[in-house]
Structures are given as C-alpha cells and as structure tokens.
C-alpha cells in the first residue's frame, strides 16, 4: 500500500502534466532516431513471414550491404541495402529443415550462412549481391544460387565470424572449432574447443571465443592455432558466459558484458578492463560500436531498453524503449544481433515476430562534448 | 493525440459543449443508402440513461455484453483516475437499474492503492459459457498508480513496484452470482480482448502493450504465448465454424490463428479503408458482431473514419469482404479527426435479425452543418439490413449532461432490448434503448456472442 501523503495529486497541475508527458513520451528512444524497416521491399514485395522473420544474425559487406539471417518455423537468408537508390531487403533463400541462423559472415566477394535445425547445422554459402539499379525506377531481382557446405561434425554450430581479412571464416560448434575458406569454400574442423556463446575478432587479428566459465581462447588463423584458457575473464558471473561483443573497426577494441550487465572492454595485448559499468537491464542482447567509440546495445527481457556506452565519459545511459516513426510505426521488444552500417549507424535485427532491420542514427555529439 | 481534446481531457470534458438537437442525415458520398421512411419513429425507441452511480470516478465503460443468463453486464471503469478500480455491474429489470456485483480489485486481491498500475478496467473482455452459466471476464490495463499522473507500461516494465501485475482472469457464476475462481491471465500485460471457443474450452486473448496472441486452456489453466501481431492492438478477435480465430494487424490484414496449424497466418488483403487519407494502416477491428446463422461477420475499424465491412469466414482460403463503406460523415482530410469523435462501435444484432449500431456525428461548418436543433457531437443508432444492405437511423443516445457519441460495445438481452456501453462521461454508464415490441423476440440474445 502507498502511504497517504503519495495519494494527493492534482491531475490539473502543471507538474503533474509534465509528468505524464515524461511517462508517456520520455520512455522511448531518447537520443537518436530508429527506423524500422521490414524484410522486403515496401511496396514491391511482401516481407518474410512473421513467425520466420526473428533476426538473429547480422554481417556487413564491404559495400555497406547489411545481411542477415532468421529464425522461427524456417530461417531465411536476406540482404538488407540501405544507401544508394535502394532501400529494400532481399529474401535470398528460406532453408527448409533449418529453424534457427546463428551467424551471416561476409567474405570480400561472398557471404557465409549458419543455420540449425532438428538434424543439426549446416553451412551455406553465396556470392554478395551486386548493387540493384535504381530502385526508385527499375529492378530485378533473382535468388542467388547457394552452395550447400555441410554441417561440423554432425552438431549444431554455436556461431562465426570472418577474419580481419575477410578471406575465411572461424566458427565453433559446441565441440569444435571449424574454418572455411571463401576462396575454396569447404568446411575443415580445426580444433576441439568448449564453446557456449559468440565468439569475436580481436584487436591483434586473432579469435577469441569462450572457453568454458572462466577463460577465453584465441585461435591464429593464419597458423591455425588454438591457445585455450589464453585470457582469464574478469571478475563477474559468466555463467552464461561473454555470449555477446561490439567492436570498434577504429582500435579493435571489443566491449562485453557479464551476467549482471557489467560492461568491460577487451584487448588482446592488455586483457579485460576494469568495469566500466553496469546497463540499467540484464543481459545484455546484442550491441554494437559506432565510429566515435560509443557503443549502443540492447537490454533486459520482455520489452528491452536501449544503451549507450560513452567511452569519452565512461557512462552508461539509458536510452529508452525502441520505437520507430519512420517507414514502419513500430515498438521494439527484442533484438537479436547488432552491427554497425556504412557511416556508423548500427543496425540491430529485432528478434521477434515480425522482426524488422532497426536503423539507429545516434545523436551528434556536440563539439565541445 | 489530439492537443485539443486528447483522451484524459476527454474523459474529463466531454460535456461541455451541449447545443441541442435536430435530425437530418449529413449527405455524403459513397454511404449505403438511406431506407425508406418506415412507420416507427425515433419515439418509438426508448433511450434511457443508467449511470454508475456507485462509482462515481468511473469515466469509461469498455465492456458491455450479455451474460449467458441473458442479462446484460457492464464494467464500470477508472483509468482516468490514479489508482482507480473496475466495478461489475449488471443490468436488473425487476428494478430497472443496475445491481453493482463487486470490486474486482478486491476480488483479485490487487488494490487500487498497491502503487502499480491497477485493475481499473475490463476492455471488450467478458466472453459468456453456455454449458455452466459462467461469465469470463479479464481485466486491462493503462489507469496510473495511485500516486502518479500516467502510466506507461513500457516504461515500467522492469519496475516491481510500478509495473502492472498482470490480466486478471475471473470466471463469475452468474447463476449463483459468486466469482468462482481468478487468477492471473498475462503477467504484466493487459488482456486487450478475449474470446471463449467453447466447445475447445479455450480462451484467447490479445495482450497489450506487447500485442501478444494468447491461449488459455480453461481444463488445464495454462497458458500459451503463441506470438507477436505487432504493435496496435486490434479491440476484437472473433471465432468462425471451424473454430478459427480472427482478428487484424497494424496495417489492416485479417490475422488468422487455426488450431490445426498452431500458427498465425495473415491475409493478403488489406481491409476496406478510406482511399484518400488512409492506407490500411491502423484499420483494425474495432467491434465484429456475427450474423446470426454464423456465415458471416460485421467489423468495424478501430480508426477516424472507420469503415464496416462483411466478412465471410467460412468461404474460400482467404474470405470474401464486402466493404460497406465508411460509418461516420465526410471531413476534412487535411487535418487528423478525434479518434473520440470520429467512431463507430456497439455492433449487435437484434431480435429482429437486423444489425444495430452507433456512429458518431457532429457538427462540422463544412461537411455537415447540423442545425441548432442537434447537439455538437451525437452518437446515432443505426439499423442494417443484412438482405439489403440498407441502413436507416432509428435514434439518437441522448445523455442528460454529456454528449454521447462514443459507444463501446452494444447488445441485446433476453428480452430484445438494446445497451450500449459509453465512453466519454464521468460517472460513466450505460444506455438501453427499448425496442418496439414488433423488433423484440424472447431470447434475442442466443446464438449468443463469444467475445468482447
């Protein structure tokens, strides 16, 4: 029960009408600006299906391209393309029997895709897609073919990223850690590995992924070597492990956080950072970092709150719900993977019935921030 | 949100304009056409005003629908008002007034003064069990803790304190009046919507905010989250021969949820909408009332210029919709219309085999100069004929203080009369408008209605 002296409020009163416009329009997306967009292309096309359409997995290509995988009652692999004339997302294949993406990565001339189902993981691979001509006028488009490349020892792949070169791509499985080479796509298990969460790129080139509770591994690729328990993680609960990274492309500087939301940063020649705070919400679900150092993420369950890390001030904000004004009119509960555009703009995959591609266009910083 | 009359201020003011009454239908294109005049008059419908007075911060009434006992019950709701509570009231024609049947607060144990959200009130959420006598009922949620001005759910989502504690679920026996048994239908969510598949023992329900479709097995008491639709509720699911549930997403598709293949499905059709200001988006149901033989539905959309249609679920993949065009007046497309002004809701069918509504009308110097002799806003009740298509104004809801054009639900008892649920007053009540004894029929209400 509230006590009577919080009972007395003057709906009339200024104060309380400031409030309750704080209530209401102060709970969503406070800095910067979201855009939802389907997976399709608006007015053209129809987007995935609502219940096939929960974006789990995001890459960028070398020409800004966004791709991306789903998952629910079937994945799909599409391609988002944003600048330009285009503005559309290509749904280039819905892989039966597959029910879950857990990573796209993007070669300099294809992309690779993960996909589980009820019989395990399989790997396939396309060339990028071209740039459409203007799709304000004209266009055509054609699935593209994909090679299928097999599973990893007959599990379910955990995730994978490509290499600081973007000419192979490391991967792990619950048990293994595997390599394709784009050039001469063809899966080669590497490693026996514990992996229970994403794995990342560091800042020297190398791989690092979770090795069980209290370690992370690092894997070279051009000597295909694996050190376990290379680097102790800090102090905080991993029981879930460091499942999800941003990285700066400016320093390689990755960023996690525990259990509890602690965030810390990471690099391969000096270890984790102390904390460098708390989100508001745990756990954290997927984030990623802009041009300027700043990291933006995703927290909390049910409805999630935005976050920004600011390197420059060594705070964590709150952001606010999702929310999006422009394109599609949509709230945003849950996302899945993150990844930063072509000018900085991080793109987050709502992972949800329905799921859209989220623009986030962070605020401006002012000069003398 | 309209800055001139937003939804707490009309809550608060509806009143205050009252110039007075007339009758001349506004022209307008593309309106089914007028019936002939026939020989009843508005005064032969009766309209009487019940307000709640024992609850006197109620200023909405959301839910009105006929009980499996063939009388008529209504939620008395608070939202306006911090901390403020739904009362159940039913309508007793012994007395010709209404009997207040419980606090659902205190039947659910969740005050008014806990400092969440509270259960202030019941949104198109009574659903009737035939077999038991049994009334369903699952609350909502919006009305601000006691000690704040708004709530926001998304806002306090992650609040213990403040957060909503979640749709309560009552079964209430209406054959010996006692609340049977409750218990918490969606945690931290409102039920926007509720449906009862009798012959499955399932209800349905749609959350908000989250727009979540929900399965609740009434043999079990389990709940199931079968998915997101998106992120405007639709006010109405209803249920076709195959035991199909419907209802629409933000852009004006049927979403379809079929048992067999446990998945919602969407149309490929957007729903009937105005061409010129709108495109789909936001025409969701706002009320859907089945025609009596069950082939067919009436839907109107939850939007400004919200448009009717036909619906014929039983036929085809996807069902064939008629649209029968917009339900209120002409205006000016420049400018967004209240969305409290601009509506249509209380979709019923009488004994007569007719389908009953309420449009709203008002004044508008341009599109429709109503003389002196009407009130500024009306809400009118309007007759179609399903074999013809042909409507006809039968009368207006006349309030003794307040303008009257917001109707939220309508039904018809057991003896053939109209009610219909108000929106816009403080006290808020019920109207019953008394049907000439040619249109009444014993048991008027049966095949009763599933949902809210």
């Known amino acids: 029960m509230m006590s009577d002296e919080k009972k007395k409020i003057d709906l009339n009163s200024a104060a309380a009408q400031q409030e309750a416009n704080n209530i209401v329009h102060g709970t969503f997306v406070k800095q910067g600006t979201m855009v939802a967009f389907p997976t399709g292309f608006p007015g053209a096309t129809i987007p995935i299906l609502a219940d096939e359409s929960h974006i789990t997995a995001l890459d960028v290509s070398p020409q800004g391209f966004v791709y991306g995988g789903t998952s629910g009652k079937r994945a799909h692999i599409f391609v988002g393309m944003f600048h330009g004339v285009t503005g559309m997302v290509l749904d280039m294949k819905a892989v039966d029997g597959a029910t879950h993406c857990v990573a796209v990565c993007c070669g300099k001339s294809r992309f690779l895709a993960c996909v589980n189902g009820p019989s395990g993981g399989t790997i396939l691979t396309a060339r990028l897609q071209p740039w459409p001509y203007d799709l304000i006028q004209e266009w055509g488009f054609e699935r593209p073919h994909f090679e299928d490349l097999g599973g990893v020892a007959g599990e379910p792949i955990v995730h994978a990223v490509a290499d600081a070169s973007r000419d192979h791509v490391v991967g792990v499985t619950a048990h293994h850690l595997f390599t394709v080479d784009f050039a001469a796509p063809k899966v080669q298990t590497v490693a026996e590995v514990l992996a229970c969460g994403r794995i990342a790129l560091g800042s020297k080139g190398n791989i690092v992924g979770p090795d069980g509770q209290g370690h992370l591994w690092r894997f070279d690729c051009s000597t295909q070597k694996l050190e376990p328990q290379a680097f102790k993680l800090p102090a905080g609960r991993w029981e879930k492990s460091p499942a999800v990274w941003a990285r700066s492309a400016e320093t390689g500087l990755l960023f996690t956080a525990d259990d509890d939301g602690q965030f810390f940063s990471f690099d391969e020649q000096r270890g984790f950072s102390a904390p460098l705070g708390k989100t508001m919400l745990a756990p954290v679900y997927c984030m990623a970092a802009t041009f300027d150092g700043r990291v933006f993420g995703s927290c909390g369950s049910g409805i999630a709150k935005m976050f920004c890390y600011d390197p420059r001030r060594r705070e964590i904000t709150n952001l606010g719900a999702a929310v999006s004004l422009f394109e599609r009119r949509r709230y945003g509960y849950v996302f899945g993977d993150a990844v930063t555009g072509r000018d900085g703009e991080i793109v987050f995959g709502e992972d949800d019935d329905g799921g859209h591609l989220w623009l986030y266009f962070p605020r401006i910083e002012a000069a003398s921030a | ?452």
């Open chain 2, 1 to 452: 949100m309209s800055r001139e009359i937003g939804r707490r201020e009309f809550f608060r003011n509806s009143g205050a304009s009252l110039l007075t009454v007339g009758a001349a239908l506004y022209p307008r294109d593309g309106m089914l056409a007028a019936a002939p005049a026939t020989p009843e008059s508005p005064g032969d419908y009766k309209v009487k005003w019940y307000e709640f007075t024992e609850h006197k911060i109620s200023d909405t009434c959301w839910s009105l629908s006929v009980g499996p006992d063939g009388r008529i019950y209504a939620a008395a709701c608070a939202e306006g008002v911090p901390g403020g509570v739904v009362k159940v009231t039913r309508y007793n024609e012994a007395k010709d007034g209404l009997d207040y049947l419980f606090d659902l607060s205190k039947m659910v144990d969740d005050p008014g003064d806990s400092g969440r959200a509270s259960q202030c009130k019941i949104h198109y959420s009574f659903a009737p069990s035939m077999h038991d006598g049994i009334l369903y009922m699952a609350t909502h949620l919006s009305g601000p803790p006691i000690d704040q001005p708004a709530y926001s759910p998304w806002l306090s989502w992650h609040d213990e304190k403040r957060c909503f504690r979640g749709s309560a679920l009552l079964a209430y026996d209406t054959k010996t009046d006692e609340v049977k048994w409750w218990e918490t239908l969606i945690p931290k969510e409102g039920c926007r919507c509720l449906l009862h598949d009798e012959e499955r023992g399932l209800l349905y329900a749609i959350s908000y905010p989250r727009d979540h479709f929900f399965i609740y097995d009434l043999k079990t008491r389990q709940r199931r989250d079968v998915g997101r639709i998106g992120s405007i509720n639709a006010q109405t699911l209803f249920l076709d021969k195959m035991h199909r549930v419907w209802t629409t997403n933000d852009y004006g598709h049927l979403v379809r949820y079929d048992p067999e293949k446990d998945r919602l499905e969407m149309s490929p059709f957007v729903l009937p909408h105005n061409p010129e200001f709108q495109t789909g988006w936001h025409s969701v149901f706002y009320d859907v009332a089945p025609s009596p033989d069950r082939e067919c539905v009436y839907a109107a959309t939850w939007i400004a210029n919200s448009y009717m249609m036909r619906i014929w679920p039983n036929e085809g993949e996807w069902p064939r919709i008629e649209n029968l065009g917009p339900a209120t007046q002409k205006r000016d497309p420049t400018v967004s219309k209240d969305t409290f002004v601009d509506h249509c809701g209380g979709l019923t069918f009488a004994g007569d085999g007719q389908l009953y509504y309420v449009a709203s009308r008002w004044r508008d110097p341009v599109y429709n100069p109503m003389g002196p002799e009407h009130k500024q806003r009306e809400g009118v009740v309007w007759r179609l004929n399903p074999a013809t298509l042909e409507r006809e104004e039968v009368t207006c809801l006349v309030h003794p203080r307040e303008l009257a054009q917001y109707v939220s639900r309508g039904a018809v008892d057991h003896n053939g009369d109209l009610f219909f649920g108000h929106v816009g007053s403080r006290p808020s009540g019920i109207f019953k408008v008394e049907m000439p004894a040619s249109r009444k029929k014993e048991n008027a209400h049966l095949p009763i209605r599933m949902w809210g």
